[in-house]
């Protein structure tokens, strides 16, 4: 079954850099062509396009937030890390990662919520 | 951030059509297909539409899309109480960047 999860904290505080995980299970991001991205919603908010990450380790970022977002892959685990620094209230959201690849391949994670408070 | 623009609510009777806008422009929405997604709060995200028109297996044809130009529709027709939720288009953009709509909120009267 090919799903997505995402881990991390629940609560940071302002100013600290977020970790985020997203473990993929029954397909690989070694696979020729995969791709997997971070999407993220803030309450009451639109969903916005954070970052992806492909096969062959190209990496796209959001250009508004380009300059806080780190994304890679370990292959070995078969995880995608997303790393955002100096958090802010305003980065409160639910965070999902996803494998979109056109067409109809399009499978979220269910996501995981941050808050961002001191 | 949102490039993609969207009608904020639409509502209407159970049985009756909507139809939800989203409007983009010539790098992204002008140049490339447009997905629709259906977005429960606390859920994941599930794809209605791809390809402009195209709907997944186990999607009823009471959904449907199309695209003109710079701009896309997402119609539902037969409309269910179930069918209350939030809707985004999404695209990419000319940097190949992920972009959705600003979404909006169906209710069933």
């Known amino acids: 079954q090919v799903t997505l999860k995402e881990s991390g904290p629940a609560l940071v505080k302002p100013t600290q850099t977020l970790t985020l995980t997203c473990t993929l299970s029954?397909?690989?991001?070694?696979?020729?062509?995969?791709?997997v991205s971070w999407i993220r919603q803030p309450p009451g908010k639109a969903l916005e396009w954070l970052a992806r990450i492909d096969w062959d380790d190209d990496k796209l970022y959001s250009t508004s937030l380009k300059t806080r977002l780190t994304i890679a892959k370990d292959t070995s685990k078969n995880q995608v890390v997303l790393t955002m620094t100096n958090m802010d209230p305003v980065d409160t959201a639910t965070y999902y990662c996803?494998?979109?690849?056109?067409?109809?391949?399009?499978?979220w994670g269910q996501g995981t919520v941050v808050t961002v408070s001191s | 951030q949102s490039v993609l623009t969207q009608p904020p609510s639409v509502s209407a009777a159970p049985g009756q059509k909507v139809t939800i806008s989203c409007s983009g422009s010539s790098s992204n929405i002008g140049k490339n297909f447009v997905s629709w997604y259906q977005h429960l709060p606390g859920t994941a995200p599930k794809l209605l539409i791809y390809?402009?028109?195209k709907r997944p297996s186990g999607i009823p044809d009471r959904f449907s899309g199309s695209k003109s130009g710079t701009s896309a529709t997402l119609g539902i027709t037969g409309l269910q109480a179930g069918d209350e939720a939030d809707y985004y288009c999404g695209t990419w953009d000319s940097s190949l960047n992920t972009v959705f709509g600003t979404g909006t909120k169906v209710t069933v009267l």
């Open positions: 996803a494998r979109i690849l056109g067409g109809k391949d399009n499978l």
């Open positions: 029954g397909f690989s991001l070694s696979t020729i062509g995969m791709r």
């Open positions: 390809d402009n028109n």
